[in-house]
């Protein structure tokens, strides 16, 4: 008996946070993709406190369900209801628990922003040359590309460099 009350608590707790997620709410104007892309097709314009279904989540999008529509959001366009502010939190905290379970260490990290880091920081930035002359000590001759390319059957493609401008 007492073996089943732990991984029912566990049960219980991953239920009770998946349910405490599946609604939210536009928090501004947006609009539903076909796919997780910012190029993808359009299929709905969403106003802000429309009310959603949260299908699934990858990387920074959120599938979702809008009345009859389905489709992907970004992330920071919902605010997910009735749950509380370490939901996230505790998602993580299961999701590691599991991959101990598992004997697993992995799982992956999505960022959507650059922390920590202010305006001043972006303006005083220097190049590493240790790390830029490493980098340089990488570069392959033509020959050398085509010999390992050929071998591996690709193809040929040209790339135009970019001017220090940042044109083509």
């Known amino acids: 008996m007492k073996r089943l009350v732990i991984p029912i608590m566990l049960a219980s707790g991953i239920a009770g946070t998946a349910l405490a997620q599946t609604q939210a709410t536009v928090v501004r104007s947006t609009e539903l993709k076909a796919k997780p892309f910012s190029d993808a097709e ?83 930035l220097s190049p590493n040359q240790e790390r830029f002359q490493k980098a340089i000590g990488f570069a392959v001759t033509k020959s050398d590309a085509k010999a390992f390319a050929s071998q591996k059957e690709l193809s040929d493609q040209e790339q135009a460099y970019v001017k220090a401008d940042g044109s083509k």
């Open 42 to 124: 359009t299929v709905k314009a969403l106003k802000e406190n429309d009310k959603l279904g949260v299908l699934s989540r990858k990387a920074s999008w959120t599938e979702v369900k809008a009345q009859d529509n389905s489709g992907w959001v970004k992330m920071l366009s919902i605010r997910f209801e009735g749950g509380d502010l370490n939901t996230k939190a505790n998602d993580e905290a299961l999701s590691g628990l599991g991959n101990l379970i598992k004997g697993s260490a992995g799982g992956s990290t999505t960022t959507t922003a650059v922390k920590g880091w202010d305006k001043e920081t972006f303006k005083n």
